[in-house]
C-alpha cells in the first residue's frame, strides 16, 4: 500500500514554542491530506482537511491560529502548533488521500507532542 | 449525518479464545465503504480491512474475519484464537460520499482489545 510518513515521530517542546510537525505522502500525490488529534484512550478526533494549493478546512472547534496548516504540494502537508502549551500535548495523525479515489486514505505513523 | 458506534469499551480475553468486535454505523448514502484499523501501543494505524457497501461477502483472512451484514447496518470483526499481539486498540471507520463532498472518513471510539496469556 502507499506510504505515508511523518516528521519528527515524537517532539518534546516547552510551553510557548512552535512546534511543526510534517506530513508526506512518499509514493503517490496526495490531493487532500487529514490532521487528527488523539488523546489518550480516545478515538480519533479530525482537526481539519486541507486540499492541496488552497486553505485548509478546520472542524468546529479547533482554532486555526493555533493549528497552522499548509498544503503547498502534492507531497507534503505541515501542521504547526504555534506558541504550544501542555494542553497541546497529543498524538497527532496525518492522512493521505490520493487521486485514486475517495475511498482510499492512508494513514501516517503518527507524532506524539509532549509540551513542558 | 454519519456515525460509528463501536459499543465495546474494553474487552479481555485469555489467548486461544475467539473474540468479535462490535461495529454498527449509520448513513444515509448507498455507496460507502467500512474499514477496520489496528492501533497497537506504538500508536501507528494498521490497515486491516476496506468493504464496500455492495459487497456483503463475509471475508476471511487467517484469524481475522468480518461479517457485514446491512440489514443490521452492522460489520463485525471476529479474531479466532486471539494471541497476546492481537492487543490493541481496534478503530471501525465509515466513508461515504455524503459529507459536503469532502468524503471525509467517521471514526467509531475504537475497542481496546486485552489478550492475556
Known amino acids: 500500500g502507499a506510504v505515508v510518513s511523518q516528521h519528527p515521530s515524537w517532539v518534546i517542546c516547552k510551553s510557548g514554542t512552535s512546534v511543526k510537525i510534517e506530513c508526506r505522502s512518499l509514493?503517490?500525490?496526495?490531493?487532500?491530506m487529514f490532521w487528527y488529534r488523539q488523546f489518550p484512550k480516545q478515538s480519533l478526533m479530525l482537526m481539519a482537511t486541507?486540499?492541496?494549493?488552497?486553505?485548509?478546512?478546520?472542524e468546529q472547534g479547533v482554532e486555526k491560529d493555533k493549528f497552522l496548516i499548509n498544503h503547498a504540494s502534492l507531497t507534503l502537508s505541515t501542521l504547526t502548533v504555534t506558541s504550544a502549551h501542555p494542553e497541546d500535548s497529543s498524538f497527532y495523525i496525518c492522512?493521505?488521500?490520493?487521486?485514486?479515489?475517495?475511498?482510499?486514505?492512508?494513514f501516517g505513523p503518527g507524532t506524539r507532542l509532549t509540551v513542558l | 449525518a454519519q456515525k460509528v458506534t463501536q459499543a465495546q469499551t474494553e474487552i479481555s480475553v485469555v489467548e486461544k479464545e475467539d473474540v468479535t468486535l462490535d461495529c454498527v454505523y449509520e448513513?444515509?448514502?448507498?455507496?460507502?465503504?467500512l474499514f477496520w484499523y489496528k492501533q497497537p501501543p506504538s500508536g501507528e494505524l494498521v490497515f486491516l480491512i476496506r468493504?464496500?457497501?455492495?459487497?456483503?461477502q463475509n471475508e476471511i483472512s487467517g484469524r481475522y474475519s468480518w461479517n457485514f451484514q446491512k440489514s443490521t447496518s452492522s460489520f463485525n470483526f471476529t479474531i479466532t484464537a486471539s494471541q497476546v499481539v492481537d492487543s490493541a486498540v481496534y478503530f471501525c471507520?465509515?466513508?461515504?460520499?455524503?459529507?459536503?463532498?469532502?468524503?471525509?472518513?467517521?471514526f467509531g471510539r475504537g475497542t481496546s482489545l486485552i489478550v492475556h496469556p
Open positions: 492522512s493521505a488521500r490520493g487521486l485514486a479515489g475517495w475511498n482510499e486514505q492512508f
Open positions: 509514493d503517490f500525490q496526495a490531493t487532500t
Open positions: 486541507s486540499n492541496e494549493g488552497s486553505k485548509a478546512t478546520y
Open positions: 448513513t444515509r448514502d448507498t455507496t460507502y465503504y
Open positions: 468493504r464496500n457497501s455492495f459487497d456483503e
Open positions: 471507520a465509515l466513508i461515504s460520499p455524503n459529507s459536503g463532498g469532502s468524503y471525509i472518513p467517521t
